[in-house]
């Protein structure tokens, strides 16, 4: 059964296609699901599209919902359309997005750092800056803005934990108790970690998920694509990976109920 969960389209500003594109490519692969989740907007900003490179505008919010809804009827027979959405987890304004996405019928919600004490997911220069023991204290942040957004409860699926490893050389050298924390606070909350495939580096990598097994830690699969070319990329690779670990069922989710399928094919 191959699924993907985290596709983008072009309404994000920087991704390509459109929402049928990606549903077209995921049909060719014989994919039976594919979740739709693209950037939410920046909902906590007054004006309406404040960076059109980085997610669409306010308003365009409920013509994304509705363009999902609309196919996930057309392409029913077919595959399974899910209506998603990747969320910025800002904690400040957790309740705000709480408050806007529970009005919309959502299948599940991904919830994503990408930004955390006022440093970006990507921004090399700073880390290579940074000393030994600041670049520890940057890595438990960005561990401790994870756990907090599991429990925010907010989310079914964490996306890209541990993206940092694909931009900050030597991250994954440091090893933090932090990472332990995280994931029994992931695995309390009965929250999901995606694995995700956007890059040759999948994130998270092979230790941080045998712990996650060992604490409880459920998985799930996501291409994060912004090409419709990318849907399910890495998928087969992914499921061995997590079959060599240990891992024996991965989740996708209907109405924001996890169903659990085998890793087994
Ligand atoms: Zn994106
Ligand atoms: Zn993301």
Known sequence: MTFDLHT???????????????INAAVEKGMPYIG???????????????????????????????????????????????????????????????????????????????????????????????SPEGKLELKNSYYSYIAQSAKSGLYDILGHVDALNRYFPGYDKLRTEMADYTLSTIAAHDTVIEINSSDELWVPDGWLLERALHYGVKVTFGSDAHEPASVGEYFNEIRKHLMEIGYREWAIFKNRERIMLPLQV
């Open 8 to 22: 983008h389209h072009n309404r994000c500003g920087h991704a390509h296609g459109s929402i049928r594109d990606y």
């Open 36 to 130: 739709i989740s693209d950037h939410t907007p920046f909902f906590a900003e007054t004006d309406d599209h404040p960076s059109p490179e980085a997610s669409m505008a306010k308003s365009e919010f409920p013509e994304y919902i509705r363009e999902v809804l609309a196919l996930k009827q057309e392409f029913a027979g077919q595959i399974e359309v899910l209506l998603g959405v990747e969320a910025d987890f800002l904690p400040d304004h957790v309740d705000l997005y709480r408050s806007i996405l529970h009005a919309y019928p959502f299948d599940y919600i991904i919830g994503s750092v990408h930004d955390f004490d006022g440093v970006s997911l990507y921004d090399t220069s700073h880390w290579e800056q940074l």
